[in-house]
C-alpha cells in the first residue's frame, strides 16, 4: 500500500467536503432528487457516523482485537433513526472536520502498523490494509456522490434550460 498517499487522501477530504457544500442554502442540503436518494446533508452526517463508528473501530478492532467482538452497524437505517437531514450543515461539516482529525492523529499514534494483521470470520479475512483502502475509497464514494447532487441540484434550477451543451452526465 503507498500509506503516503491515501494519507494525503485522508487528510484532504474535510477540506474536500467543505468545498462541496459551499454556497448551499439549508433548502439545498436537504434536497433529495428521488425518494429513496439521499441528500448532501445526509451523505455527510452518513460520513461523521462511519468515522466514528465504522471505519475507525473496525480497524482499531482488526489491528487489537479487543473483545473479539465486531460492531455491529446499520448504516442505511441511521439516516432515518438519526435525523440526518433535520441537521445543521455546518455543524455537520465541523463535527466531520473534528472526527477525522481524531482519526489522523490515532492513526499517527500507532506508529508503525502492520497492514498485513488479519481479521478472520465467517465471512472470510480482511487485513488491516483492505480496511484503510476501503475506508479512503468510501471516501472518495461519497465524494461522486456529492458530485451527482450538485448536478441533480443544478438541473433543477435551470428550469426549462437544457445542459446536454456540457456534455454527457
Do not use: C
Request: aromatic share 12%; charged share 25%; proline share 4%.
Amino acid at each position: 500500500m503507498d500509506y503516503p498517499y491515501f494519507l494525503s487522501q485522508f487528510r484532504a477530504m474535510p477540506e474536500r467536503l467543505r468545498a462541496l457544500a459551499a454556497g448551499l442554502s439549508p433548502q439545498q442540503a436537504r434536497y433529495k432528487p428521488a425518494a429513496d436518494a439521499w441528500s448532501v446533508l445526509e451523505v455527510l452526517n452518513h460520513l461523521v457516523d462511519e468515522e466514528i463508528h465504522d471505519f475507525r473501530s473496525h480497524l482499531d478492532f482488526i489491528l487489537h482485537q479487543e473483545g473479539n467482538q465486531w460492531e455491529a452497524i446499520d448504516p442505511q437505517s441511521w439516516v432515518t433513526a438519526r435525523k440526518y437531514n433535520e441537521r445543521d450543515l455546518q455543524a455537520t461539516l465541523d463535527n466531520f472536520q473534528r472526527e477525522r482529525a481524531a482519526s489522523i492523529a490515532w492513526l499517527d499514534s500507532l506508529g508503525d502498523i502492520d497492514w498485513e494483521t488479519p481479521y478472520v470470520s465467517e465471512f472470510g479475512t480482511m487485513r488491516a490494509g483492505d480496511m484503510f483502502a476501503s475506508w479512503v475509497a468510501h471516501d472518495g464514494l461519497h465524494l461522486r456522490q456529492l458530485a451527482e447532487l450538485h448536478r441533480a441540484l443544478l438541473v433543477q434550477a435551470v428550469g426549462d434550460y437544457d445542459v446536454s451543451y456540457a456534455g454527457e452526465w
